[in-house]
C-alpha cells in the first residue's frame, strides 16, 4: 500500500543495545523527519533529510544517528539505547521543506529497560 | 527562533459546548506557515489545516474554524458543538522560510468532550 511505514511498531530493549527504527515512504517526497513525542514536551525533531545522502540535525539529535541512501528510506538508529530514549517515535515525509504539510506514520513505541 | 505555544495543556468540555484551542506562535521570518494537527486515542497524527502568513481570512469547515490573527501571532481553532469523537490532542505548528528546524509543534493541548 502507498504512504508512510513505520517497523517495529512497538520495540522493547535493554540500556546500551542498538536499535534501528525503519521509516519506508513510497510517494517519492524529498524530505523526510523523524521526531520523538514526550508527555510534556509534544513534538520535538530529531534529524531530517532534504534528499538522499543529505541529513541535518533538529532540536534532540544526541544519541540518534540517521542515514538516507535511498530516497524513499530514512532509518533512524539509537547506538547505544539510554532509558531517556524511551519515547514514541514518528517519521514523517513531504515534498518541500516548509510548504506542505506532514505526512506521518503510525509511530513507533520504544521502551528501553 | 521559532517557536509554538500553547497554553492549555488540558481542557475538558460538555458535549455540544464550543472549545477553542488557543495558539501563540513567535518567528522573525514574514514568510511562514501555520498548521494545525490532531491526534486521537489511537496515536495517528492527522493533518487539519495549513495557513500561510500572507492570508489572514479565517477558514471554516464543517464544525472546525480557524482564526488567524498576525497582530497577535495567534492561529486559534475552535470546535463548534463539540463531539466525543473529537477528543483528541490537537497540536499547532510552525514552519518557516529560513531556519533549520522545518516544523516546530507546540506541546499540544489535549482536549476531552464528554457525553
Known amino acids: 500500500d502507498a504512504g508512510i511505514t513505520q517497523s517495529p511498531r512497538y520495540k522493547i530493549t535493554e540500556t546500551g543495545r542498538q536499535v534501528t527504527l525503519m521509516c519506508h515512504q513510497t510517494w517519492s517526497h524529498s524530505y523526510m523527519f523523524w521526531y520523538r513525542q514526550d508527555l510534556g514536551h509534544g513534538l520535538r525533531l530529531i534529524y531530517y533529510s532534504a534528499a538522499a545522502d543529505i541529513t541535518d540535525k533538529g532540536e534532540v539529535p544526541d544519541g540518534y544517528v540517521v542515514s538516507r541512501s535511498k530516497t524513499e528510506n530514512f532509518p533512524l538508529t539509537l547506538e547505544s539505547a539510554t532509558r531517556s530514549q524511551t519515547s514514541v517515535y514518528f517519521c514523517?515525509?513531504?515534498?518541500?521543506?516548509?510548504?506542505?504539510?506532514?505526512?506521518f506514520g503510525e509511530g513507533s513505541r520504544l521502551t528501553v529497560l | 527562533a521559532q517557536k509554538v505555544t500553547q497554553a492549555q495543556t488540558e481542557i475538558s468540555v460538555v458535549e455540544k459546548e464550543d472549545v477553542t484551542l488557543d495558539c501563540v506562535y513567535e518567528t522573525r521570518d514574514t514568510t511562514y506557515y501555520l498548521f494545525w494537527y490532531k491526534q486521537p486515542p489511537s496515536g495517528e497524527l492527522v493533518f487539519l489545516i495549513r495557513r500561510n502568513s500572507f492570508d489572514e481570512q479565517n477558514e471554516i469547515s464543517g464544525r472546525y474554524s480557524w482564526n488567524f490573527q498576525k497582530s497577535t501571532s495567534s492561529f486559534n481553532f475552535t470546535i463548534t458543538a463539540s463531539q466525543v469523537v473529537d477528543s483528541a490532542v490537537y497540536f499547532c505548528?510552525?514552519?518557516?522560510?529560513?531556519?533549520?528546524?522545518?516544523?516546530?509543534f507546540g506541546k499540544g493541548t489535549r482536549l476531552s468532550v464528554i457525553a
Open positions: 514523517a515525509s513531504r515534498r518541500g521543506v516548509n510548504t506542505g504539510e506532514l505526512f
Open positions: 505548528a510552525l514552519s518557516a522560510d529560513s531556519g533549520n528546524t522545518p516544523l516546530v
